[in-house]
């Protein structure tokens, strides 16, 4: 299948060049779709000067920083018209490793989606002070509690999609910014019955530029899964309470999960 490497960009020119690169070497047929929002240190302008150089590399360009969220369901839109089958986004800043891409995509051969995890056994993140580690681990956790999922790694935002997951699971409807665009989606894979597969990836603390985390996206995260999870509590106690009595006569049968950890 043609597959599109989603890549969002603010103010990323000091890290984009190495990061299309290392795309390019690990997965030479992927086309590199770079979406900036207009950033002011030129790194629309290189993405173009990148795009002329090689044809597999596209640039959208945006007005303004209007959010994680809407640069990739504006990517998404794009590659999905333009036919692709599998889509994988990934950061700007070499925190995900292009090396380990091809890790998502064998495990995209029996899933609908793919979540490369810092937190299931053989993932790692490195040059990640404590309490850093603690809150990404305590965001994941509560999301995961709060909406009843398996998932471990609720936020990372190395993902692989088939391009029928993507329409199933609604992207175009999804109006969450910032990293609760990560759980937003999962969640509505999981809610869409999608087969969610965690494979082990190691995940590296940028070298350059600035984080675009901001206490407004923590806020909105926290806001936005609470609600989500008061929402859908009653609908997944009813759920818990029939597979419980539908398995009363067969406690030997194990439970059916549509996650699994490579």
Request: glycine fraction near 8%; charged fraction near 25%; charge should be neutral.
């Amino acid at each position: 299948m043609r597959l599109a490497v989603i890549i969002p960009t603010y103010n990323e020119r000091e890290n984009l060049g190495m990061i299309v690169g290392r795309v390019r070497a690990s997965v030479p047929d992927a086309v590199v779709v770079v979406v900036d929002d207009n950033s002011p240190d030129g790194t629309g302008a290189l993405a173009d000067e990148m795009a002329v150089a090689d044809d597999r590399v596209r640039v959208l360009h945006r007005a303004e920083k209007a959010g994680l969220g809407a640069a990739y369901r504006e990517a998404m839109k794009w590659v999905l018209d333009q036919g692709f089958g599998q889509v994988v986004q990934m950061d700007s800043d070499g925190s995900h490793l292009p090396e380990q891409m091809p890790r998502l995509l064998a495990a995209l051969g029996d899933a609908d989606v793919v979540v490369g995890s810092r937190w299931v056994p053989g993932g790692a993140v490195e040059n990640w002070p404590r309490r850093r580690r603690f809150l990404s681990k305590a965001g994941s956790t509560y999301a995961r509690l709060a909406l009843g999922m398996k998932l471990k790694d609720m936020t990372g935002g190395y993902r692989a999609f088939t391009a029928e997951a993507l329409r199933r699971l609604t992207y175009d409807e999804v109006e969450s910014q910032g990293y609760c665009f990560q759980i937003d989606m999962i969640w509505r894979a999981s809610n869409a019955g999608l087969r969610i597969v965690e494979v082990p990836i190691t995940f590296v603390e940028r070298v350059h530029g600035a984080s675009k985390m901001t206490m407004d996206i923590v806020v909105e995260a926290m806001a936005r899964v609470t609600g989500w999870g008061i929402v859908s509590l009653p609908s997944r106690v009813t759920g818990r309470s029939r597979r419980s009595a539908d398995q009363v006569d067969d406690a030997s049968s194990p439970a059916n999960s549509q996650f699994s950890r490579s």
